[in-house]
């Protein structure tokens, strides 16, 4: 009953630019923390940056200062833009909310289905 739907990704050249959204829709009651995962082949899967419903944020020490991540509560959305591209930037990028269906439910923690960004040279 719930899914988030990612859209953004795509190949840029080193220096560019992308704005990655994450939508959240389906049942949905309250989201907690959202965040961006990435994943590049032969790596482990790593934090990018994670929000609160607050709006505090954290971010891996990678993209700190090119990165920023934003979101939009009434559209159940998480953003991620990626300013100053390299080519290390290169993965999966994948979003995440922890989220309850109803108000008498625990938050689980659902995942999008990833979206690729290639950084050119």
């Known amino acids: 009953q719930v899914q988030l739907v990612e859209s953004g990704g795509g190949l840029v050249q080193a220096g560019g630019s992308l704005r990655l959204s994450c939508a959240a829709s389906g049942t949905i009651f309250s989201i907690n923390a959202m965040g961006w995962y990435r994943q590049a082949p032969g790596k482990q899967r790593e934090l990018v940056a994670v929000?609160?419903?607050?709006?505090?944020?954290n971010y891996a020490d990678s993209v700190k200062g090119r990165f920023t991540i934003s979101r939009d509560n009434a559209k159940n959305t998480v953003y991620l833009q990626m300013n100053s591209l390299k080519p290390e930037d290169t993965a999966v990028y994948t979003c995440?909310?922890?989220?309850?269906?109803?108000?008498?439910?625990?938050?689980?923690?659902?995942w999008g289905q990833g979206t690729q960004v290639t950084v050119s040279s």
């Open positions: 995440n909310g922890d989220l309850k269906k109803y108000s008498v439910s625990p938050f689980r923690t659902y």
């Open positions: 929000i609160t419903s607050g709006g505090n944020t």
